[in-house]
C-alpha cells in the first residue's frame, strides 16, 4: 500500500505556486485581480454591491464569492455582475489560490478586466494566503473599534488599500479614525487609506477613482 | 536521526484529550469556566468589562485573554478582575485546550469561582476547539448583519447562550432581530439567546442573573 504524506511546508510551497501560476495568467489577459478582506459584517457584499452598480456598464467585472455556506452574498451581487461564482468553503476559514486557478480556466472570468474575491469573513487566515491578487483591500469597520490594527497587524500591513467602512455609525461608536489612520500609517507607509461610507456616499468617489485607475494601468500593461 | 510526524487525526485526539482533562479539574473544584467567542470588534471586552464589574465584589474571578498580539484586553480587564492572563498567538486564530491546560495549574485560577476566556476575535476556527469549557457564549453584534448565524453556523449551533450585542445601535442598522432569534431557535433549539447593550443596560440584568445561576450551579455541583 502506498502512503504519502504531505508535509505543511510543501503544501505552503505549492499554493504560491499556484498563485504565482494565477499572476501570470490575469497579466497575460490585462486582467485586474482584488483580493478583498475584512471581518464578518464589516460590509464587504455591501461595499461591493456599490461598486458594481457604478461600474457595470464601463467594465466588464466577475466576482468570487468565499463564503462557509450559502450563495446568499453571490446572489446579492448577480445583477451587477457578468458573472459571480460562490465558493463554499464548508467551515473552511480562508480561500486557496488552487481554487482560484481553477476558476480561472473558464472563460468567462478572463473575459473580465476586473476580478473580485470577496474573501471568508475572517481577518486572521486569509491574510496568510497569497491568490495571486494584484491588489490587497482590507475593510475596517467603525463599529469593529479602533484597536484592530494593532490587534490584527498582517491583515493590514500586507494590504495595499485600506477601507474605514461605515462612516455614517462613526457619530455612535468609540472609534478615534485620526490615530488608526496614524497607525496604519506607520505599519504601512505605502497604504492608501480611505475613510467611506456607501449610505451618505463620503469617500465613496475616491475608492471609485483609485480602482479605475488600477483597471486601466492593468489593462494598458498588456497593450504596452 | 528521529522524526516523528504527527497527524492532523492525533493531534485533534491529544487536544480532546487535554479537553476532558481540563474540565474534570474544574469539575473538582467547582469552577465554571466559559468560552466567550465572537467576531473582531463584537464587543467581547467591552462586555466583559460591565459583566466583571457588576460581579467583582461577589465572585472570585480570572480570565484568559486570546489576542493574535498586544495585551490591550487584559490591560482593559485587570482592574476587575482577581486575575488576568494574556494568551499572544503570534498569529494563530484561536486557542487550544493544551495551553487553557498548562494555566490550570496556576493556584489562583483553580481558586476562582469563575474563569472566562475571551477567545481570539474569529467566528470560524474558534468553534472547532473544544477547550474544556462548561459553557459556550457566542457574541453576535446587530453591525455585523442578520446573515451571519446560516453564514457561519457552527459557532451559533454549539453555543448554551448567544449575545446579541450593540443593540443601541439596532435602529441605524438593516438588522431583523426577531428573524435571527428564530433562525437561532431553529439551529438549536436549547439555546438561551438574550439581547444586551451595555451603553443602556438593555438586556444585561438578564445575561448576569443567567451567569450567576451557571455559576452557582457549578459551585453546587462540587458540594453534592
Not at 491578487?133 to 484592530?148: A, C, N, P
Request: charged letters at 25%; proline letters at 3%; a negative charge.
Amino acid at each position: 500500500m502506498a502512503m504519502r504524506i504531505y508535509l505543511s511546508k510543501d503544501l505552503r510551497e505549492a499554493s504560491r505556486l499556484c498563485a504565482d501560476d494565477n499572476r501570470k495568467t490575469l497579466a497575460e489577459q490585462g486582467v485586474l485581480m482584488i483580493n478583498l478582506m475584512g471581518s464578518p459584517g464589516s460590509g464587504k457584499t455591501t461595499l461591493l454591491e456599490h461598486t458594481m452598480r457604478k461600474l457595470s456598464g464601463l467594465y466588464r467585472i466577475a466576482v468570487i464569492e468565499g463564503d462557509l455556506y450559502t450563495a446568499k452574498d453571490a446572489e446579492r451581487l448577480s445583477p451587477w455582475c457578468k458573472q459571480v461564482t460562490q465558493i463554499n468553503t464548508e467551515g473552511g476559514c480562508h480561500l486557496e489560490a488552487g481554487s482560484i486557478g481553477y476558476l480561472l480556466k473558464e472563460e468567462a472570468l478572463l473575459d473580465s478586466e476586473l476580478v473580485v474575491i470577496e474573501n471568508v469573513g475572517n481577518l486572521i487566515c486569509p491574510a496568510e494566503f497569497d491568490l495571486g491578487e494584484d491588489i490587497r483591500v482590507t475593510q475596517l469597520s467603525v463599529t469593529e473599534g479602533d484597536d484592530k490594527p494593532a490587534k490584527y497587524p498582517l491583515v493590514f500591513k500586507d494590504a495595499d488599500c485600506v477601507l474605514i467602512t461605515k462612516l455614517d455609525l462613526l457619530p455612535y461608536c468609540n472609534f478615534n479614525l485620526e490615530r488608526v489612520i496614524q497607525e496604519l500609517q506607520i505599519i504601512n507607509q505605502e497604504l492608501v487609506i480611505i475613510p467611506v461610507s456607501v449610505y451618505n456616499g463620503e469617500g465613496f468617489d475616491t475608492w471609485i477613482n483609485w480602482l479605475v485607475k488600477q483597471i486601466e494601468a492593468k489593462k494598458k500593461s498588456v497593450l504596452s
